[in-house]
């Protein structure tokens, strides 16, 4: 379990050539950002690394890590998630969070009833999404992130208040043949 006071900025997708490089997918806005946050550190704590950015490559960067020396070491580390110290990056301006303070909040809708809790923040190229579980949501929904749908989000009371639009959280119907 990652430190609280830690965020998730990359993950480690595989070796990368023979020499102990890994390509590493950044999680930044600001992808090169990752190897400017210091010493990176397994989501455990028990290992740190220091990355150097070697060169751009599909997905991410390859990237050379304090210790790691061959293909063999690198191919151990596969799916390993690198965090950074929230103190080591940037305030966000107030409009901004990071995913990691938005997963667990509860999510009310306009007029104060509760809908669920936030799951996940994805994004698969439009924008980001919300995955929203709670009763009566079966897997689960998923709301566009925005000012319009999603209005308030309050860090402190540990809330987001969404004001969706007409349909998004009615079940599907069993006559309706598109949810098949």
């Known amino acids: 379990m990652a430190k609280p006071d830690h965020i998730c900025v990359g993950a480690i997708m595989g070796a ?4 102990g490089e890994v390509r590493v997918k950044s999680f930044c806005a600001e992808p090169s950002d990752i190897a400017s946050y210091g010493p990176l550190e397994t989501e455990d704590g ?29 191919d151990a580390l596969k799916g390993t998630r690198l965090y950074a110290p929230r103190a080591a990056l940037p305030n966000l301006p107030d409009d901004e969070f990071y995913h990691t303070d938005l997963i667990g909040l509860t ?8 809908i ?9 190229g439009a924008g980001d999404l919300l995955e929203v579980r709670g009763k009566g949501l079966g897997n689960g929904v998923l709301i566009p ?16 208040i969404i004001d969706p639009p007409e349909g998004l959280l009615d079940p599907p119907s069993k006559t309706d043949k598109s949810a098949n």
Do not use: C, M, W
Request: no cysteine; glycine share 10%.
């Open 16 to 19: 990368f050539g023979v020499r």
């Open 46 to 74: 028990t290992t740190t690394y220091k990355i150097t950015l070697t060169r751009p490559v599909k997905t991410g960067y390859a990237v050379r890590l304090s210790g790691v020396q061959t293909k063999e070491q690198a």
């Open 107 to 114: 999510v009310l809708d306009t007029g104060g009833e509760t």
């Open 116 to 124: 669920g809790k936030i799951a996940a923040v994805l994004n698969h």
């Open 145 to 160: 992130f925005t000012a319009t749908v999603v209005p308030t989000i309050d860090l402190q009371a540990g809330r987001a």
